[in-house]
């Protein structure tokens, strides 16, 4: 087979490869005429192993080539069926200053920079042999990723399903596809999922948002495109807080976050009251960024009954409307309650602290699993800083392997505040297992009928 290369002297550059072949075969023929003299020559060998190299686009490609002995032997390089260099000279002129060689012992480097697509493939070098040698370098180059988005903006209904699509555009190897959701979960709680399609039903306002879709084939960049997400319906209000207490008088902020598409018109109601509240009179803000809409009310420290003040938030827009009420008070606050293992199997230790000016009398709890629904009173309180106070009580004689929840409310001198949300715990150990005391009284009952047939015997 030929040697090709893009130079004119090709055949003259075959002929001293043939050259340097015979040379290597017959040296040192001359230089000894009496056989018992002559040496046995071996061959070179490599001591380069053949490699499989990935780089990015742009990076530096490095080959490498030695032998043990590099005398009387002269290196070759090609890529396919292209002559690179012959011994230490570069012979292939179309990369230019790219190609170059890096001469060493027994060896070279061949180096090629600002690697591109088109120079990935096979390497080979040879030694001009009798017999030729050679080893293949695998080189592959990897190019960004790029990907895109059939739609930009995708608008469905309420309890409507869709399918958003990101197809490859480039990028080597194939870049791998995945989906997330901007800010947040997606809608079926998965942080990320991998496919060129993410599928989403039932779906609802809240889920409108940013989806990003992101190529990524190790490159050192990724590359997104994103669908921006709009679900119509009825709106969505969020509260963080539907009990806040205040006993202190002074400025109390209520906020409601609205989520809606079409948008929605916010209005604030007091209580029972039919007409809406204005910002003559109210202070009352809006922030486009978060969606947030706040109502400022002035409240007053509570003198011979409790503060008992409610506001309702409305939202409503051309496919319905939604609301919250939130109530502001001088009665203590919804505590925070932790379960925590006990010194024993079937005791857990439950702690909480709420926040309340009013100072707390005591605590009512409530205590629920399989075998036992109980309310206890908690009269031990503990004062923490100004204005929190906390409580704790010790769950004993609970069943192994069970589910219990707890919720605690605090009491002061304005009334008994909210309950906290329920915390939940499983008990150790195997389900139904036979308690100590169950243990005990089989024991007693075996051996009392133990007893009594050894009595009948006698």
Sequence with gaps: MRLRCRSSFCDHLEMLWLSLVCFSLVRGQGEYEDPEEKPVEREAEFTSIPAK?????????????????????????????TILSVGGRVIESSRGRRLLLEEETNGNFLVLTQAES???????????AYRPKDIVHSVMVRTMPKVQV???VVTVTQGEGVSLKCNVKGGHPVPEISWRREGGSLPGGEDIIFSHTLKLSNLSSSSSGVYVCRGDNGYSADHTDSVQLVVEGTPVVEQSHLFIHSSQGGEVPVVCKVTSHPPATVLWYKGDQDEALTSPQYNISEDEDTDSHTLLVQTQPPVN?????????VAT???GSASKVVTISSRPGSPVVTATQGDQEDAWLLKWEV????????????LKGQDISRKVTVSTVKKSGN??????????????????????????GQGEGPGSSWVQWDTLGPANSVSRSEVTILLIMSALSALYFSTRTC
């Excluded at 990076?59 to 032998?67: A, E, G, M, S």
């Excluded at 088109?118 to 001009?128: A, E, K, N, R, T």
């Excluded at 704790?392 to 919720?407: H, I, K, M, V, W």
């Design 387 to 412: 204005s929190t106070w906390t409580g704790e009580y010790s769950a004993t004689g609970l069943a192994p392997g069970s589910q219990y929840q707890a919720r605690v409310r605090a009491v002061s």
């Design 355 to 366: 926040t309340s000016w009013p100072p707390v009398k005591s605590f009512t709890l409530e």
């Design 317 to 319: 827009n051309t496919m």
């Design 150 to 152: 059939e739609k930009k």
């Design 118 to 128: 088109s120079d990935g493939g096979d390497y080979m070098c040879q030694i001009s």
């Design 305 to 313: 009954t409790s503060l008992e003040l409610q506001y309702k938030c």
């Design 53 to 81: 190299v990935m780089v990015n686009q742009g990076d530096t490609i490095r080959l490498p080539c030695f032998v043990d002995r590099i005398e009387g032997y002269v290196l070759l390089w090609k890529f396919g069926d």
